[in-house]
């Protein structure tokens, strides 16, 4: 009976296994496509710009600060492949109003047409014992983590779910698969991100619309080089403590 059943288990894996390349979703074309990138001015954003311009993809950078979009549109420009691509910078805060944010897209869908793929990249961090850190900041992360990312897919997810196409990436972080001393507020913003990103798939995969979740370690940015000015204080009192 034990041989039967492994024997069935064994033969399911195969099938699925044989079956899975049939059933995922086949690459997104790059080139002509319309890529919206948050947080896109400076670090893991502007670099993901990058690539896909290099693709021959229509950017529309979204940030905060207008002087760095500028500046990242400059460098990603110089990129590009064809005269055709366009780089567009819109300045908002995603995290704080989802009409502004829904009104962003719609401007971006306007000129560059409908949004393909989405990066969620706008994020930030702090590090420090759970006590310690005040208590807005946990208000704060959360929604600049999470609901940062929550307003553009949610702005996008009707018209991609209508040409049944579309791409939706989430960035955590290796913080958001293991929760670490001194990551009490930045660490369960993540994980609320891998819990957004499968629950929505099982809505949207009828649509042929498909979510990612990217899961990066620490990595050099300027957002990282700000994190590390709490964190290397966090980690000296907390290797203090352990050896007591």
Request: proline share 4%.
């Amino acid at each position: 009976m034990l041989l039967l059943a492994a024997a069935f288990i064994v033969a399911f894996v195969l099938l699925l296994y044989m079956v899975s390349p049939l059933i995922s979703p086949k690459p997104l074309k790059l080139a002509g496509a319309h890529v919206v990138v948050t947080g896109g001015s400076s670090g893991i954003g502007k670099c993901i710009a990058i690539e896909c311009f290099k693709q021959g993809a229509f950017i529309t950078l979204v940030a905060r600060d207008e002087s760095k979009l500028v500046q990242a549109k400059k460098e990603i420009e110089k990129y590009a492949i064809n005269d055709k691509q366009v780089v567009l910078c819109i300045s908002v805060d995603v995290s704080k109003d989802y009409r502004q944010v829904e009104n962003v897209i719609k401007q971006a869908q306007e000129k560059l047409g409908p949004v393909d793929m989405l990066v969620n990249c706008a994020g930030t961090s702090i590090a420090g014992k759970f006590e310690e850190i005040d208590i807005d900041r946990f208000s704060r992360l959360m929604k600049v983590n999470y609901l940062g990312s929550v307003y553009p897919s949610r702005a996008v997810i009707s018209t991609m779910k209508e040409r049944r196409l579309g791409r939706i990436v989430f960035v955590s972080s290796q913080a958001g698969q293991l929760g670490l001393f001194g990551y009490t507020a930045y660490s369960p913003t993540k994980f609320a991100l891998r819990g957004l990103a499968e629950a929505l798939q099982m809505e949207i995969k009828p649509y042929n619309v498909y979510v990612t979740v990217a899961y990066p370690p620490d990595t050099d940015t300027p957002g990282f080089a700000e994190e590390n000015k709490s964190k290397v204080r966090t980690w000296e009192a907390h290797l203090s403590c352990l050896a007591y």
